[in-house]
């Protein structure tokens, strides 16, 4: 799974490629601790305009479908599983329509030992950005009024899927990793055939993964309170 990575630096200057067209003014400043239900930055092809807009947005970190009475599922959907998410009606709407990518400079995953619970810190090996595939969704509240401009609360998952090579070693899970050649797939909104672009990108992330380096880090890490590029340094 993943259940806290890294945005070292200005989600804004971690895109690359991938062409943005807007950057929302309201973007979460860098952290070395994100965790479920804080604010994250993804990238998103709008559907309302014609070409679809390539944008920066600010969203709580935590899946809340639409139908949903409260914003309290999102705690429970950080993570969709990439082989179920065409099948899962909590995802299957977001899949079809609303696919995002969550930018980050690393994550953090736990390997079970001896001695308990070690984290680790993955990230690219040269110091650049990494993509994880993620959905969104737009919620309303209840509450709000029709002229109320934070009506719409914007929430994302990152999907998972089975870890490879090095990364297997450390958790049986990992974030389903996104690279440039299946990147503009992934965002189109108008894409056909969504399952076989899964597909390609379940397939494709172990190429990602082989390229990551790791090591361990504080366990100080595990207080969702603690932050600071300390974080990230290996262990003593």
């Not at 994550?107 to 690219?124: A, C, F, Q």
């Not at 709000?144 to 990364?167: E, N, V």
Request: proline fraction near 8%; charge should be negative.
């Amino acid at each position: 799974m993943c259940g806290r990575f890294v945005v070292a630096r200005p989600a804004a200057d971690l895109v690359g490629f991938l062409d943005v067209d807007t950057v929302a003014d309201d973007l979460p400043e860098p952290s070395f601790n994100v965790a479920p239900t804080d604010r994250v930055a993804i990238v998103l092809d709008s559907v309302k305009t014609e070409p679809p807009t390539r944008r920066i947005e600010s969203a709580r970190w935590g899946l809340i479908p639409g139908w949903s009475k409260d914003v309290s599922i999102g705690a429970r959907a950080i993570n969709a599983r990439a082989e179920d998410v065409e099948t899962k009606p909590m995802f299957r709407a977001a899949l079809e329509r609303r696919r995002a990518i969550v930018p980050a400079t690393g994550y953090y995953e736990w390997r079970v030992s001896d001695d308990g619970k070690v984290p680790h810190y993955i990230h690219p090996a040269d110091g650049t950005a990494v993509f994880f595939a993620g959905l969104y969704e737009w919620w309303r509240r209840p509450d709000a009024a029709d002229d109320d401009p934070a009506r719409w609360l914007l929430s994302c998952t990152i999907l998972t899927c089975a870890a490879s090579g090095r990364l297997g070693s450390i958790h049986d899970r990992m974030p389903l990793f996104v690279d440039g050649a299946h990147a503009e797939a992934w965002l189109d909104p108008e894409t056909e055939n969504v399952g076989d672009v899964l597909d390609a990108a379940i397939d494709a992330a172990p190429l990602v993964a082989g390229t990551l380096d790791e090591h361990v880090v504080d366990r100080a890490v595990g207080n969702v309170r603690s932050q600071g590029p300390h974080l990230i340094e290996p262990a003593a």
